[in-house]
């Protein structure tokens, strides 16, 4: 079983920076791919960005790539989200999610693992 924790959210003013991490516990040797998604209400969860767990390989939705930034540090089985130049459009609950091997990458539904959530809200 895989575990994880996201932190980070928050409230911040549009055009602000956050950072949102998620770490990863259990047996993470069985992750193949990281992800994060966020989902506001009566909403879809919606792909954000991913990253292989081993490898540098990372994708983003259209609506974050020059924005947000994903990575990870093995060493201690924690990925980010840095997050710049936030948008009201950006609030949401945004998840940290993990799979193995197999399945589409960009649907919230391949991912086995998941976390709690972490509040991002952006002001005006």
């Known amino acids: 079983q895989v575990q994880l924790v996201e932190s980070g959210g928050g409230l911040v003013q549009a055009g602000d920076s956050l950072r949102l991490s998620c770490a990863a516990s259990?047996?993470?040797?069985?992750?193949?791919?990281m992800a994060w998604f966020r989902q506001t209400s009566g909403q879809e969860r919606e792909f954000v960005a991913r990253?292989?767990?081993?490898?540098?390989?990372?994708a983003y939705a259209d609506s974050v790539a020059v924005r947000f930034t994903m990575s990870r540090d093995n060493d201690i089985n924690t990925v980010y989200l840095q997050m710049k130049s936030l948008k009201q459009d950006d609030k949401a609950v945004y998840y940290c999610?993990?799979?193995?091997?197999?399945?589409?990458?960009?649907?919230?539904?391949?991912?086995?693992?998941w976390g709690q959530g972490t509040q991002v809200t952006v002001s005006s």
């Open positions: 990253i292989n767990w081993i490898g540098e390989h990372t």
């Open positions: 259990g047996r993470t040797s069985t992750l193949n791919t």
């Open positions: 999610e993990a799979k193995g091997n197999g399945g589409s990458n960009y649907g919230s539904e391949e991912y086995t693992h």
